[in-house]
């Protein structure tokens, strides 16, 4: 957690430091994303505007890069960035690229072992006897353990949705020397925030298989 936390804040610094470095060809998150897309021959993919916070996402289910309003209207190296790798995961989409479809056919179960964890998490922290359970261990074991696969599987999308972002952006010419440097470094760190998030998930998931496993004679 304590790492997690970190590298997020590293992250929405990252973020600061490159949303102050503007684009030299001035394109905004959104028309840099139009422009990938473009490029892909992708024409069934809307660009829109969501609110928060670094709160962007491809949705496959609807066929959506949705940006939030720094990206979407920044015209910075930041903005450029995040969009192109959101992009990223429609070009994965559009070619069929396997993890993300894995991750896909998860989503629906993977929303089920969290919405169990909460509970699990609860009865642990009132400390009721439910958790010394070995049936109550075993769901829990199956709940974190696709929690943990989900998260791994996650990696190697969000990593190659970078490297598709980059390669383009710099092939393209719309981001060259420092401002694909730039990029880059955000999207590294960006990139970190999930493996802290899948070492997180096995932790939890060694924790589980030792209170399952470890304590029999």
Not at 6 to 20: A, G, P, Q
Not at 103 to 116: H, Q
Not at 136 to 163: C, H, K, M, N, W
Request: some cysteine.
């Amino acid at each position: 957690m304590v790492i997690g936390m970190i590298l997020n804040n590293v992250l929405k610094s990252k973020f600061r430091k490159y949303s102050e470095v503007p684009m030299t060809n001035g394109m905004s998150g959104a028309e840099i994303a139009a422009a990938m897309l473009k490029h892909y021959g992708i024409y069934d993919v809307q660009v829109t505007h969501v609110e928060g916070h670094l709160t962007d996402h491809y949705n496959p289910m609807d066929k959506t890069v949705n940006l939030s309003t720094d990206v979407y209207q920044g015209r910075s190296v930041s903005a450029a960035a995040v969009a192109a790798h959101e992009c990223g995961h429609a070009v994965q989409h559009a070619t069929a690229y396997p993890m993300l479809k894995m991750r896909s056919a998860l989503v629906p179960v993977v929303n089920i072992a969290a919405g169990l964890q909460q509970y699990l998490f609860m009865f642990g922290i009132a400390g009721f006897a439910l958790m010394k359970s070995p049936i109550v261990l075993i769901i829990a074991l199956v709940a974190f353990g696709l929690t943990a696969l989900f998260s791994f599987i996650t990696l190697p999308v969000e990593f190659d949705a970078s490297r598709r972002a980059l390669a383009w952006l710099d092939d393209t010419g719309f981001a060259r020397g420092a401002q694909y440097d730039g990029a880059k470094d955000a999207l590294t760190w960006a990139a970190m925030t999930y493996v802290a998030a899948a070492l997180a998930a096995l932790v939890q998931l060694l924790y589980l298989l030792w209170r399952v496993f470890g304590n029999r004679n």
